[in-house]
């Protein structure tokens, strides 16, 4: 074709566009970046919102649309949609999913994003080594919580015993514990999660660790709970019921929830491991210092010999393989995961900030956050349930053998090879 002739074409269609209204200009239609996260942290003020407020005002033409879902269908979405199905660009992510997402082509390797971004600065070592699979970043802290001890002021009260001061050590809770069923009629003196739940098995690594144990060994393949360590962990359990007699029996029975309702009821004097404060869930309290008055936070007690131990569940933010967007994906994560950014919805939530700034910043406390100044304390001690893609398939194994080790079907040796010897299984594949 001639050099005529495409001037005229063009002439003609530029004609045409004009007298039908049809502009030739770039496509101004909004791109669409989707965030699948957990549902409840839309229905208030979060991080997310504020993040998506900064994106798209940073990147006209973006708008970030969240999904906000259960924890349990975001992760059966996320498995679906490598066989077809809808996916996200950014998905919130459990810690424990993070290696399943990794192996599985879901979650796109972050390397490059870290190399060049200093705000992996302000992370401490152990979240920055939980953001690997394989030694590959794959995801971005959001938020955590961690494990600490609760007990009753008021029935320490009633008790004799000072308010104010928590057993910090295994004998203490044993000694304060006979002292509140000796003196309080009616009331146990410690409460422990010892049912078939998920929770048991969380609520008592701190035990194994902070023995020198841990859940599986060095390279992931095999079982370690058995140890030594774990041994002591579950017969100190056993213990508390059988030979102390300051824990029921019944325990086996209440699920974490009923727990910590008898804790806060005054049923139970001490709970020696459990996540988070109890603030917000004692519906008797209207405030902070009615709150502190009546229950105290303290680190979870030692064993002898035994070193400080917590441990942490929580997020992180993850990009899709599949998304066209990854590089303003990066940038709303970055935005998303900013610690300033997270303080008023950790306050207002009572979930963990990961940045090591934001943890020494308030940690004399944090208004607002009662007992902000344990979780400091606590913070840097915390240890991670291994983010294998085994690890639904193994923890009911481990939360069973604590059900029958206090429930006296099983010795705490017995049930804990028996878990081990079916762990190992089910990391051979």
Known sequence: ??????????????????????????????ITINVWTRDYPLEQPSPYHTAAAKFEKLHPGYKIKFLGLDGSVIHQKALLSKAGGPYPDVMQTDTIWLGEMAEKGIAENLDSNFASWPGKSDYSASFLNSS????????????????????????????????????????????????????????????????????????????LWMGGGDILNKSWTKAAFNSPAGLRAVQFYVDL????????????????????????????????????????????????????????????????GCRPATGSGGWLLTINTKSKYKDLDWEFIKLATDGQNNVAFNRAQATVPVHTSI????????????????????????????????????????????????AGKATAKQALDDAAAKTNKALAG
Request: aromatic content about 12%.
């Open 132 to 207: 690997k699979w394989q030694g590959h970043y794959y995801g971005v802290w959001l938020n955590t919580d961690v494990r600490v001890m609760l007990w009753n002021k008021d029935v320490f009260r009633k008790a004799g015993l000072n308010p104010d001061k928590a057993p910090a050590t295994w004998a203490q809770v044993v000694s304060m514990g006979k002292q509140i069923q000796a003196k309080v009629p009616g009331v146990a003196g410690v409460g422990i999660n010892a049912a078939a739940s998920e929770d048991t098995a969380d609520y008592w690594y701190p035990f």
């Open 1 to 30: 074709m001639n050099r005529r002739v495409v001037v005229v074409f063009s002439l003609v269609a530029l004609a045409a566009a004009v007298f039908t209204g049809i502009s030739l200009a770039r496509s101004t239609s909004t």
């Open 359 to 406: 943890i020494n910043k308030y940690k004399n406390g944090l208004p607002g956050y009662p007992y902000f100044n344990v979780v400091a304390k606590v913070y840097p001690h915390t240890h991670f349930r291994p983010w294998v893609p085994a690890y639904s398939t193994f923890v009911p194994y481990i939360y069973t053998a604590i059900e029958k080790a206090v």
């Open 241 to 304: 019921v059988t030979k102390h007699k300051v824990t029921p029996k019944d325990v086996i029975t209440q699920d974490s929830g009923s727990v910590e309702q008898s804790l806060l009821s005054g049923k139970f004097g001490i709970l020696v491991s459990q996540s988070g404060s109890g603030y917000g869930d004692d519906k008797d309290v209207k405030s902070i210092a009615q709150f502190t008055r009546k229950i105290g936070n303290a680190p979870v007690p030692l064993c002898p």
